[in-house]
């Protein structure tokens, strides 16, 4: 059924030599090209692989095997021991129940942390790109400065503020800090992505009788969603993963992983058991880790969605 | 008539910008006004200051007799469509129209009959249970409108809603929106840079300018007395023809031509001799026969055509400068042809040349 244009009708595409698609052919798949940008690929993921694999396979092994040296060697016995040393067992001074305290700690601090500073930052961020209240400017940048400085200065004054205070030392000291130092960088990001959402909207829900909470709650939070995300996996990962904070403002039954981490990779005593501070620093890095896992894709979108007008 | 509107005095200043500047407007019960203008000029700034979105710096606004200059927006009687639609996009159509009732209190069985009511003028019924995302462009401004009448208030303000629609669609709109006019009586105020839109919809024409109105009109008024240079230009497309010469006696004089102004009506006191500007619209230019029975012909040549089918637009050189004319959708010109056109100094518009006012 072809016409005298040489044009092939419906019903007859992909039948043999005139039919199917026209036009210049595709790249082959094994073109210089590929290779070169497959191979650059393949060679940094080794790279950034191998510790992760290291890590991984020595902590399965037993210590007569570590002592071997190879350490590229997957383990000939396969052994969890280590693992439920570095959570349940291993010493720091005069403890001896493992990662396991220190996991609990950073769950109390993650979570109020989390969830107090991306409240407030969120209706910081909203009242700065809608409502231009007087001296909002000034505000805002006082605030971005704050995003700059070294926390390493501000260490000391928060020290002496937390025991005028009367709760340094304790997790609620840490989950303050915590909440402010988050605030600079939560507030720009929640800043920019309301002030991507057309205003019209804004100015809509005003002419409807709308107020500070009503249009926060109906109009922007519904459409918010990916840049929560993206907050929540930044402080999650953040506050996770922080150890200055932690060694400063906590005491040792109130450290949280990561300080506990470190006391037990380094405690002088003993032999240094390889498998066991392998197995204890990947069990810490699992929270991020996951949460990573679960929301990355939402990640992606939330931070595209902010840059596009931020 | 009774004022609807009234605004006294109004300034807006953003830092040392004055973007309006001591306006004052009357605006009657029941009359669609539309403000036009170029990009910039301070209408939509207007707008949004009498649906009180921007603090003003001073003056006052009236709304049905009531000083409003420091309410809020959803205390003034007032409902707003804006160019983007502005539907919330995580309601359906139905929560959208009556998400201004919930936060004033209506009742649940009173919400249910206005937006019942509206989606009825709009056409818009089997629309209501579904999100914006699902609407077609014409749908979502005709929803959008359907949120400012369920408010029922006596004033609709409109920043430039038709903008963002294709052509068709455009017209379409433009005629419903004058329909609902003539339905509900309501007091319109439209914003929008559109002529046509403008020309057809207004009972009366704001026309504005670097944050002060021009001139304001019916329609007509500014298409045939337009108040000066600006105005004229921006009204009419293709715009007006302009020669520059000089008013001597009653007779104007450009390069190898002059005039006598016979029929032409003076504003105020008369024509002073000077520089001033003669202008004269494409579509009160005659050609070929009709040319030879006007006050003025001038010989000139043909250098671009348009057609239109309806009309046929083409582009002279004459005097030494190029203008356009109207012609007849039938005309069959070319470029190179040598035409003799012809026009009535009745209908032309004179201006000062450096004031640029009507004379």
Request: glycine share 10%; charged share 20%.
């Amino acid at each position: 059924m072809v016409d005298p244009t040489g044009i092939t009708l419906h019903g007859e595409v992909g039948a043999g030599a005139d039919g199917g698609p026209r036009g210049p052919r595709p790249r082959r798949r094994f073109s210089r090209r590929n290779i070169f940008i497959y191979g650059t690929l393949i060679v940094v993921s080794v790279y950034y692989l191998l510790p992760l694999y290291v890590m991984i396979v020595t902590s399965l092994k037993g210590m007569p095997e570590i002592r071997l040296g190879n350490i590229f060697a997957p383990p000939m016995e396969i052994t969890f021991q280590p693992w439920v040393k570095a959570w349940a067992q291993a010493c720091t001074g005069l403890n001896c129940d493992g990662l396991s305290r220190g996991f609990m700690n950073s769950v109390i601090i993650t979570v109020p942390s989390v969830i107090i500073s991306i409240v407030i930052a969120s209706v910081n961020g909203y009242a700065l790109a809608n409502w231009r209240f007087k001296g909002a400017d000034v505000f805002f940048t006082i605030l971005i400065f704050g995003a700059f400085i070294p926390y390493q200065v501000m260490l000391y004054p928060m020290v002496i503020i937390l025991r005028e205070m009367g709760i340094y030392g304790t997790l609620g000291g840490l989950v303050l800090v915590h909440t402010v130092f988050g605030m600079p960088i939560l507030t720009l990001l929640f800043r920019n992505y309301f002030t991507s959402i057309p205003e019209e909207l804004f100015k809509a829900a005003r002419v409807d009788g709308a107020g500070f909470w009503t249009i926060y709650f109906k109009i922007m939070l519904p459409m918010s969603l990916p840049i929560f995300v993206v907050a929540m996996i930044i402080q999650i990962t953040g506050i996770w993963n922080d150890f200055l904070f932690g060694v400063v403002y906590t005491r040792p039954d109130t450290y949280p992983m990561t300080v506990q981490l470190n006391n037990i990779v380094n405690s002088v005593q003993g032999v240094k058991e390889y498998n066991v501070n392998m197995a204890a620093t990947l069990l810490t890095g699992l929270v991020p880790l996951v949460i990573y896992f679960i929301s990355g894709k939402l990640f992606v979108r939330g931070i595209a969605a902010g840059a596009v007008k931020g | 008539m009774e004022p609807s509107i009234s605004i006294r005095n109004l300034s807006l200043n953003f830092g040392a910008l004055k973007v309006l500047k001591n306006l004052d407007l009357e605006i009657g019960k029941g009359e669609f006004l539309v403000l036009l203008g170029s990009s910039g000029c301070g209408k939509s700034t207007l707008l949004n200051c009498i649906a009180g979105l921007l603090d003003v710096s001073d003056g006052q606004i009236f709304i049905g007799g009531r000083n409003v200059t420091w309410a809020q927006p959803s205390e003034r009687g007032i409902g707003m469509v804006f160019q983007s639609y502005a539907l919330y996009p995580q309601m359906t159509i139905k929560g959208n129209l009556s998400f201004g009732l919930k936060n004033a209190g209506v009742s649940r069985d009173e919400i249910e009959e206005r937006v019942r009511r509206a989606a009825q003028v709009l056409q818009i019924e089997p629309l209501l249970e579904r999100k914006p995302a699902a609407l077609s462009g014409g749908q979502r401004q005709r929803a959008a409108i359907g949120r400012a009448l369920v408010r029922d208030v006596d004033v609709f303000l409109f920043d430039e809603p038709l903008s963002n629609l294709d052509a068709k669609l455009r017209a379409d709109l433009r005629v419903e929106i004058k329909q609902l006019h003539q339905k509900l009586h309501n007091t319109m105020i439209y914003v929008t840079h559109d002529q046509i839109e403008a020309m057809t919809l207004a009972d009366r024409i704001a026309i504005m300018r670097g944050g002060s109105i021009m001139q304001l009109a019916s329609p007509n008024e500014i298409y045939m007395r337009p108040v000066n240079k600006y105005v004229a230009q921006f009204i009419g497309s293709p715009s007006m023809n302009f020669f520059q010469g000089t008013i001597e006696g009653r007779r104007f004089m450009t390069e190898g031509l002059t005039m006598p102004l016979d029929g032409y009506e003076m504003t105020g006191a008369g024509a002073k001799d000077g520089p001033a500007w003669f202008g004269i619209r494409p579509e009160h230019v005659a050609s070929g026969e009709a040319a030879n029975a006007m006050p003025v012909t001038i010989d000139a040549t043909v250098d671009l055509v348009e057609p239109l089918g309806s009309d046929t637009l083409a582009r002279l050189e004459a005097l030494g400068q190029l203008f356009w004319i109207r012609m007849d959708g039938q005309a069959t010109v070319e470029h190179g042809d040598k035409l003799t056109i012809g026009f009535d100094p009745a209908r032309a518009h004179l201006f000062d040349e450096k004031t640029e006012e009507r004379i």
